[in-house]
């Protein structure tokens, strides 16, 4: 049963901690205090969603999902400009990805094309999503719970952090924008009609969390990732 997971990843929105600034993009003059303020919410996000997540089924989450209307805005999505195009592998790393992705299939009798269908499936139910308030999303997301593609169920039983460095913050008027890397870790139990199974896969993620300032607050109104290259499933 163990090989029917082997591909799971850590795809969700940490172990709180001070997140280490690497570098601040142009825009507009950035307070010191400003930066951090926008790097501790962008990592307090990721913290949130991903306890909710854990939690979905257990006492701790009323107390998780009270605290997500202080990070993620509850009005219908903003623009603030393109959504990056992320870090798509190439080369040899593509074609490993894909290989390892083509026998995990194999594997389970489930085709490419198969495959490929319910990920287009999934792209448009995203696309859905993004019509929502990002706190909307976000509790949507977790209702939902952890479903893998063939309609077995997979659940989030623990997690960690152990790397979070931002990369750049940029702040123009009343919008701003965190790109941070991280690097997460998360226990999976996956139960289907071929019996239980749990994988631990250890992730690199390349995150975009777009934010927007309410009154005196900042609150997230979008996000955005990419798996690191060679880090992916």
């Excluded at 605290?67 to 080369?91: E, H, N």
């Amino acid at each position: 049963m163990k090989s029917r997971i082997a591909t799971l990843s850590v795809v969700v929105l940490i172990i709180v901690a001070v997140p280490s600034v690497i570098g601040v993009s142009l825009g507009q003059p950035i307070s010191p205090v400003e930066s951090n303020e926008l790097a501790t919410l962008a990592q307090k996000a990721y913290t949130l969603q991903m306890d909710a997540t854990v939690n979905a089924n257990r006492s701790g989450f009323a107390q998780v999902d009270s605290q997500l209307a202080d990070v993620y805005s509850d009005v219908p999505p903003i623009s603030v400009g393109s959504l990056p195009a992320g870090r798509q592998p190439t080369g040899q790393d593509a074609a490993r990805q894909q290989a390892t992705l083509e026998a995990g299939l194999s594997e389970k009798g489930i085709t490419l094309q198969e495959y490929n269908a319910a990920q287009a499936a999934a792209q448009a139910r995203a696309e859905q999503l993004r019509q929502m308030s990002a706190l909307d999303r976000v509790r949507t997301n977790i209702k939902r719970g952890w479903q893998t593609f063939d309609g077995d169920n997979t659940t989030v039983e623990a997690w960690g952090l152990t790397d979070f460095k931002v990369a750049s913050i940029e702040v123009n008027g009343l919008d701003a924008k965190v790109v941070a890397d991280l690097h997460v870790w998360a226990r999976f139990r996956h139960t289907g009609t071929n019996g239980e199974g749990i994988a631990e896969p250890h992730n690199g993620l390349h995150y975009t969390f777009y934010f927007h300032k309410e009154g005196a607050t900042w609150k997230i109104i979008d996000w955005e990732f990419e798996f690191l290259p060679g880090e992916g499933p």
